[in-house]
C-alpha cells in the first residue's frame, strides 16, 4: 500500500512537471497591446519589458513586466494585464516634457516634477520653455522654475517668437525672457503675475516703448524700467540743433504775447477803475 501510495505521488509530479514544461514550450505570447502611449513606440516599450510576440508566456511575470516599464522615466504609470491565450494588454501613463532644461551645452526634455526625459538635441526644443537654472547648485529655485515652465507650457501663448528662458539662482531671483524682454517674477503667485506681465506688454504695445526690464514681483505695482532706445528717446535724438532752437525760440514768443496781453488788460482795469473813483467823488460834492 505505501508502495502504491509512493508510486503514486511521483506519477502525480511527472504530471505536473510534463504539464509545466508543456506550458513553456505551447504557451507563448501571440500578441501585445499598448495603450497611453504618445512619445515610445511599439519597438521601444516591447524592449523595454524585455519580451515580444513568440516570447515564452510564462518566462515573465505581470509584475516583472511592470517593473521594467517603470525604470524608463517616460513611464509614470503601468498596468500589464496577461492572459492564457497569449494575449498581453499593458495600459501607460507617460509623462508629459514641458520643458527643455539646458546645462553645460547639453539639453534634456524635463517633466513636470524636473525629471530628465531624455537628451536631445538643443533646436529640438525651441517650442518648450527653457529652464537655465542648475538643480544641482540651486534646487530650490530649480524647483520654481520647473512650476513656472509647467504653467507657460499649459498657456501655450506667452512668447510670440523664439524661445522663452527661465533663469536664476534664488527663487525671489526667478527671470523670464519672453522674446526681447527681461521679466523679474520671483517666486510663487505665477498665475497672478502672468496676467500682471501680459497688462505690462500690452501697454508697452500701445505706448510703443520698449523696456530694459518689466518687475512684477510686486504685490501692488508693476515696475518698468524704459529701455534707452525706446522709441521716446529715438524721436529726441533724432531733433537737430536748429529745429530745438526755432522749439525754444517759439516758445518765449508765446510767453511774451501773454506777458503783454496781461500788462494790457491790468493796464485797462486801473484806467477803468480810476475813471469810476472820479465819477463817484462828483455825485457826492453835488449832493452835498
Request: charged share 35%; net charge positive.
Amino acid at each position: 500500500m505505501k508502495w502504491f501510495l509512493v508510486a503514486g505521488t511521483l506519477l502525480a509530479l511527472l504530471v505536473i512537471a510534463g504539464t509545466v514544461a508543456a506550458a513553456y514550450e505551447y504557451l507563448y505570447i501571440r500578441e501585445i497591446h499598448f495603450y497611453g502611449n504618445r512619445h515610445l513606440s511599439t519597438d521601444e516599450l516591447k524592449s523595454l519589458m524585455g519580451c515580444s510576440e513568440g516570447s515564452g508566456f510564462l518566462s515573465a511575470s505581470a509584475g516583472d513586466m511592470h517593473r521594467a516599464l517603470t525604470k524608463s522615466p517616460w513611464i509614470k504609470e503601468a498596468l500589464v494585464r496577461k492572459d492564457l491565450t497569449g494575449r498581453v494588454d499593458v495600459y501607460l501613463t507617460e509623462a508629459v516634457a514641458i520643458g527643455a532644461l539646458v546645462l553645460n551645452d547639453k539639453t534634456w526634455l524635463i517633466d513636470r516634477t524636473g525629471v530628465r526625459l531624455e537628451e536631445i538635441k538643443q533646436e529640438q526644443a525651441y517650442f518648450l520653455p527653457v529652464v537655465k537654472t542648475d538643480p544641482e547648485l540651486n534646487l530650490d529655485a530649480y524647483h520654481e522654475a520647473v512650476i513656472l515652465a509647467g504653467i507657460l507650457y499649459d498657456r501655450r501663448a506667452l512668447a510670440r517668437t523664439g524661445n522663452t528662458e527661465i533663469s536664476g539662482s534664488r527663487p525671489e531671483d526667478i527671470t523670464v525672457k519672453v522674446d526681447d524682454l527681461v521679466v523679474k517674477i520671483g517666486a510663487g503667485g505665477f498665475p497672478e503675475k502672468l496676467e500682471k506681465l501680459n497688462f505690462a506688454r500690452n501697454e508697452l504695445v500701445k505706448r510703443n516703448m520698449k523696456a530694459e526690464y518689466v518687475d512684477i514681483r510686486f504685490a501692488d505695482r508693476i515696475v518698468v524700467k524704459p529701455s534707452r532706445d525706446s522709441q521716446h528717446d529715438k524721436v529726441e535724438k533724432k531733433e537737430s540743433p536748429a529745429s530745438a532752437r526755432a522749439r525754444d525760440k517759439e516758445i518765449k514768443k508765446i510767453r511774451e504775447d501773454k506777458k503783454k496781453k496781461l500788462a494790457k488788460k491790468n493796464n485797462t482795469a486801473k484806467k477803468d477803475k480810476a475813471a469810476k473813483k472820479r465819477a463817484g467823488g462828483k455825485v457826492k460834492k453835488h449832493v452835498g
